[in-house]
């Protein structure tokens, strides 16, 4: 990266933040202020990560809590760790449980698409090989937060106000306590309005006291058991003591001289990968950045990389996931003679076979975090477990019920992932992590983040600032308004089915730090409320 135009931002005033000794960024600005308080008492960018993921869990409960999942991508130094805290499905669930049920898809809200929670586990487990504070200092403001209150912040309130209204209709008991604990009779809260959620608080020092064991083998496993078992739900307090974080090794590839890491299925981060391998027979940097020439490769590669992720991510220890025949620069070659000048309808190939927050840290030493951590559907599956404030996910509706398909639902099985954290390397040495958060918008946000950069050579801030695109299905895109009349006239010309979407929050939300010789160069953007900090 060269900081010589670190002030060029053609698409707004935003600069990057440069440090020296640390960096946080997050979506929110209060959960950055923690992440930034527990490096300046001495911890580290993992103790920094965790402090900022669990203080995310109560000031942007719209995007993620702590029934939710999560991953990250730790750089130590000198290697690349990767951590993968997706929780499975219980083992009542199933898919002759979901046909007795009367379903023929799964199910995106209630009992049913509801996951392990893995969050929890992720952060002791984080703690356990990189921390060096105590674990329980890392909750500090959280817990503060949760008992005391914390002023809504402008999209926090727009999100959480479009939550409310889409879950006023579940009217079930298991709902209950979503209203109970996330309302103000019934209303979301306004911007400005402080908000307290004391049971959350209370489940975060038993968290914190216990070194997460209430949560996965104690009392707050079985309220979560019982409640299910009166409400219609099958998690038990056994599916909740057999979760285990695994860790893993990451994976990647090198587009144009940078290695871009992301974690191995069951996240989705190999479509963006596979679809870098297909633009890299391109010669992009010969497009202007906002052009439809430029725009149409992009995307055609990006639907590429998602129809075989669609076809093939699933668990890899419940499937046979052809993950090293999906990266292969031969493979990328044959998919990339499908393209050509008219938009494509996606199928998946034949390889070789061999609502979320998002989070980054560095620190003096060199350490660096990626991590990411979700509900899934903004709060999730809508069901709270009472006097808890724990939002349980929905993260099983990213299953199939097709027969014979790898992402089909089984008792103890990871789901299809959207999360992803995401870190570039140059010649064994950290650039930094990178995220964008937001479903199945994160693998074509990283794409479009590392093509800004490596590309068009943008700092940090201009690459998550620059307008973005999204494929949705078929030859259905979505366009931000910036990229104007012309080019998406000229897309549509190309057979794209093109929709201008005024709503950004529909494009993710991203964050980047990358490592400049001493410096650490720090970025947020206006997509979300959220704050890059550095000291």
Not at 45 to 58: G, K, N, P, Q, R
Not at 324 to 329: D, E, Q, T, W
Not at 395 to 420: C, D, M, V
Not at 505 to 526: C, H, N, P
Request: aromatic share 8%; proline share 6%; charged share 15%.
């Amino acid at each position: 990266m060269n900081l010589e135009n670190a002030h060029v931002n053609p698409y707004s005033r935003r600069v990057p933040m440069i440090g020296a000794r640390g960096a946080v960024c997050t979506s929110q600005p209060l959960a950055a202020a923690a992440g930034l308080a527990v490096l300046r008492l001495g911890g580290n960018a993992v103790d920094a990560a965790i402090a900022t993921a669990i203080t995310l869990t109560v000031v942007e409960p719209t995007s993620n809590g702590i029934g939710g999942d999560a991953f990250a991508l730790v750089w130590d130094g000198a290697k690349l760790h990767g951590l993968n805290a997706s929780g499975r499905a219980p083992q009542a669930l199933s898919a002759e449980l979901l046909h007795a049920r009367g379903h023929a898809t799964m199910p995106r809200l209630g009992w049913l698409p509801v996951t392990v929670p893995g969050a929890p586990a992720a952060w002791r487990d984080l703690h356990a090989k990189f921390g060096r504070l105590e674990f329980h200092r890392l909750f500090e403001a959280a817990i503060y937060y949760a008992h005391n209150g914390f002023p809504v912040t402008p999209m926090l309130a727009k999100n959480w106000a479009r939550a409310t209204s889409s879950y006023a209709a579940l009217t079930a008991p298991e709902f209950n306590a979503w209203r109970e604990t996330f309302t103000i009779g019934g209303r979301a809260p306004r911007v400005g309005e402080i908000m307290r959620l004391p049971d959350h608080a209370r489940t975060l020092e038993s968290i914190a006291a216990t070194n997460a064991a209430a949560f996965y083998d104690g009392a707050l496993a079985q309220q979560l058991e019982d409640f299910a078992a009166q409400t219609g739900g099958v998690i038990t307090a056994a599916d909740l003591r057999a979760h285990q974080s695994d860790w893993v090794a990451p994976i990647s590839t090198n587009y144009r001289g940078v290695d871009v890491w992301e974690i191995p299925p069951n996240g989705q981060g190999i479509a963006g990968l596979t679809a870098l391998n297909i633009l890299e027979g391109f010669d992009l940097a010969a497009h202007p950045r906002d052009s439809a020439d430029g725009l149409h490769l992009q995307l055609e590669a990006m639907k590429l990389g998602f129809a075989d992720a669609l076809a093939y991510v699933a668990d890899p220890t419940r499937s046979d996931v052809p993950t090293r025949g999906l990266l292969s620069k031969d493979y990328a070659a044959q998919r990339r003679a499908l393209i050509s000048d008219c938009a494509l309808e996606p199928t998946a190939g034949r390889p070789p076979r061999g609502g979320t927050v998002y989070l980054c840290t560095a620190d003096e030493s060199g350490m660096m975090v990626s991590l990411i951590q979700s509900n899934y559907a903004g709060f999730g599956s809508g069901i709270v477990v009472p006097g808890t404030g724990i939002a349980l996910q929905n993260r099983g509706a990213n299953f199939t019920l097709e027969a014979g398909h790898p992402n089909q639902l089984e008792p103890g099985k990871r789901p299809y992932h959207t999360i992803i954290p995401g870190f570039l390397t140059r010649g064994g040495q950290a650039i930094g992590p990178f995220g964008v958060m937001g479903g199945f918008m994160q693998p074509q946000g990283h794409l479009q983040v590392v093509v800004n950069t490596v590309d068009y050579g943008m700092n940090p801030q201009a690459a998550l600032d620059a307008p973005r695109w999204q494929w949705l299905e078929g030859k259905q895109i979505e366009l931000e308004p910036e990229f104007g009349a012309q080019i998406a006239a000229d897309l549509e010309q190309r057979g794209h089915d093109v929709t201008v979407q005024p709503d950004a929050g529909s494009f993710g939300r991203g964050q980047i730090i990358w490592r400049d010789g001493d410096a650490l160069v720090a970025a947020t953007e206006a997509r979300t409320d959220g704050q890059a900090l550095v000291f």
